[in-house]
Structures are given as structure tokens and as C-alpha cells.
């Protein structure tokens, strides 16, 4: 690999990102075209060729042309040199239909997989509030926000918070902060805070004090002990468990969010629905002192 990134890095980004496309392509949906990559890119056809061209060069061995369908198809011997093959890597490019990571939006379905998904409720501050927040963020500045507390404490009232980091639950973003009315750190949900302005003031207390945000832990997760034996199995073999132990590393501060998005069983004695809550938390003492709020 250490050949093939030195290689890569010699190109030019516009030009890599067409390779990528074109390995991409080529593994998942099992061809290739010159139309393809012009289309992709919005290209001219002697372009797309000549990009496909400097691909069989630097990875003779990859494609094979085929007649019937008018393009190149994968060899046995395919092997990627520039694009990120994983299904972690290129699930989110089919969702997004885009040809790669980072690369210009596409006019048409440039894979033509069918991808669909949940149509959940819109939970975005507003843009200037947003900007607000990401500047306060990148020049480590103190920012302060009117935030709509569901608790109802200080709902509405002015706060001076020192942000440093974002976070994507996948049902909604949050701002990692030192609250100076609180004297803690604390995640702040982005579409409750209605105003924010950026002061012109350092913070005093970064990421580097926030010890559940840079300290990491390991969630020890297992099958629902009511779950039946064929359904625990499956979802052993879903996780890619060891020793029928699901575990992940995650940062102290979101393992809340970890155990709410996998819909973790966390009452003491397993008592929800199996079905619908199929995993329970293994070091339960362990973990809960960094997610109280989540455990029942």
C-alpha cells in the first residue's frame, strides 16, 4: 500500500477522484463504462477515455473489456490501488449518490443502486446561528447561546458556554461544551439553541479538560438474555462478536447516545422486549456512571 498511496499522491485530486470512481465502479456494480465516468464527472467522452486509459496502465491486471456490454469489467485478479473498497467507505457514496468521497454532486444515478432513507424530522439550528458556533469552535472562542431547555431550567436565559467539538448522534446534532453557569462539560442539542454570538474571548477550558470527551471505554454488549437462540446467533454473527461479546471503544461522553441508537436494553433486571431491545450492556457498572441518564 505504502507504493500505491506514494503513486496516488503524485495525481492530481480531480483526476485520482475520476480513478477512484472508476475502481469503484467497476467492483460493485461489476462494470465500467466511458459514458460512466463522463456522466459522472460531467466530461467529455475523449476525457473519460483517456482517464480509463491512464486506470489499465497503472492496473493492467483489474479490468478486462467486454464487448456486450461496452465497457471494462472486474478480472479475478482485481485488486484496488486507489479507491477505499469497504462497505463503510462506499454505502454512504450510494446513499448520497455521489461518485466519491468529496467529489462533485452528481446530475444523474451514478451507480444506479436504489437507495432510500428515514424520513426523520428536521433538528437544525438556523445558519447563522450554526455559523456562530463552528467559528467559535475553530478560533477557540467563548460563545454565548439563549438555549430552550426541556427541563425547563433556565429555559430561555442567556448561557456562556466554551465549545470545542461537534456530535452526530444520527438522530441529531449536539455542541461539546464547558458551561460557565454549570462549571461542567455538557452537550448542548443544536436546534434548541434559538441565538449565539461568539465572543471575543479565549476559552479557558478546551478539549484537553474535558476528560469523558478525550478518554475512551470499552461497551461490553451481548444478545438479550430472552432473546431466542437462533435470533442470538444472527445477531452475534450481525456484530462480528468474539467470544459472544459485542464490544466497542467509544469515547466516555457518548456512550448514552451509543446505548440509545443500538436500543440497548438497560434496566437492571433485562425486562424489556427482547425483540425490540436485543442487546444488554455487560459491564453495567462499569459504564454507567458515564451515561446515567440512559440506564433504567
Known amino acids: 500500500m505504502a507504493s500505491t498511496e506514494k503513486s496516488a499522491a503524485k495525481i492530481k485530486w480531480n483526476t485520482l477522484q475520476r480513478l477512484q470512481y472508476i475502481e469503484i465502479k467497476a467492483y460493485y456494480t461489476g462494470v465500467v463504462s466511458r459514458s460512466d465516468v463522463a456522466k459522472a464527472f460531467g466530461i467529455s467522452d475523449a476525457a473519460a477515455t483517456k482517464d480509463l486509459n491512464a486506470y489499465n496502465q497503472a492496473a493492467p491486471n483489474n479490468l478486462i473489456y467486454k464487448h456486450s456490454v461496452y465497457g471494462f469489467v ?106 460557565q453557569n454549570t462549571f461542567d462539560f455538557r452537550d448542548y442539542v443544536l436546534s434548541r439553541i434559538t441565538q449565539a454570538e461568539m465572543l471575543n474571548e479565549e476559552v479557558e477550558s478546551g478539549a484537553a479538560y474535558d476528560d469523558d470527551w478525550v478518554e475512551l471505554t470499552t461497551l461490553q454488549l451481548a444478545p438479550h438474555p430472552k432473546l431466542e437462540e437462533k435470533k442470538r446467533l444472527n445477531l452475534l454473527y450481525d ?38 431491545y436485543q442487546m444488554i450492556v455487560l459491564n453495567r457498572d462499569e459504564i454507567e456512571p458515564f451515561a446515567g441518564w440512559a440506564f433504567l
Open 74 to 179: 472486474p478480472a479475478d485478479s482485481f485488486k484496488e490501488i486507489y479507491a477505499d473498497l469497504s462497505p463503510a467507505a462506499v454505502l454512504p457514496l450510494f446513499t448520497e449518490n455521489l461518485p466519491v468521497l468529496g467529489g462533485p454532486p452528481a446530475m444523474g444515478a451514478v451507480y444506479g443502486i436504489p437507495v432510500d432513507t428515514l424520513p426523520l424530522p428536521v433538528r437544525l439550528p438556523g445558519k447563522s446561528v450554526l455559523a456562530q458556533i463552528v467559528r467559535a469552535i475553530k478560533h477557540n472562542k467563548k460563545l454565548v447561546i439563549t438555549y430552550k431547555s426541556l427541563s425547563g431550567r433556565e429555559s430561555n436565559e442567556q448561557r456562556t458556554i466554551e465549545p470545542h467539538a461537534l456530535i452526530n448522534t444520527g438522530l441529531r446534532w449536539h455542541v461539546r461544551a464547558y458551561s
Open 239 to 276: 456484530y462480528g462478536a468474539e467470544n459472544d461479546v459485542i464490544e466497542l471503544n467509544v469515547r466516555r461522553s457518548l456512550v448514552g447516545y451509543v446505548l440509545q441508537k443500538l436500543s440497548v436494553d438497560t434496566t437492571s433486571d433485562h425486562s424489556l422486549n427482547p425483540n425490540k
